[in-house]
């Protein structure tokens, strides 16, 4: 069973910038790289919502509230996918998972992204 490792989570002042990765560790390269994978948010008394996704081609995704803010790209070979965040607000706080678009896989833990308001 795959493990979906998240990082690169911070706290970080509204305007600046973080890169958060996914590892998908136990996944064989075959296995993962035809996957759309997703990033999702969470935030305390809120369900679990939809970020960004990318295709197994590249294609991109994105949420309303982060489009030309963020940008998510994956490296097959290494079975990782990135969120390079920018221009951060303080709505973007939360928890950020990764997973397939069809949450398939089971959650990792996460990683903390704060910008303080």
């Known amino acids: 069973q795959a493990q979906l490792v998240e990082s690169g989570g911070g706290l970080v002042q509204a305007g600046g910038s973080l890169r958060l990765s996914c590892w998908a560790s136990?996944?064989?390269?075959?296995?993962?790289?035809?996957?759309?994978m997703s990033w999702y948010r969470q935030v305390p008394g809120k369900e679990r919502e939809l970020v960004a996704t990318?295709?197994?081609?590249?294609?991109?995704n994105y949420t309303d509230s982060v489009k030309g803010r963020f940008t998510i790209s994956r490296n097959n070979s290494q079975k990782k996918v990135y969120l390079q965040m920018s221009s951060l607000k303080p709505e973007d706080t939360g928890v950020y998972y990764c997973?397939?678009?069809?949450?398939?896989?089971?959650w990792g833990q996460g990683t903390q992204v704060t910008v303080p308001s």
């Open positions: 997973n397939t678009l069809t949450k398939s896989l089971s």
């Open positions: 136990r996944m064989i390269f075959s296995t993962f790289s035809p996957l759309p």
């Open positions: 990318i295709g197994s081609r590249g294609v991109t």
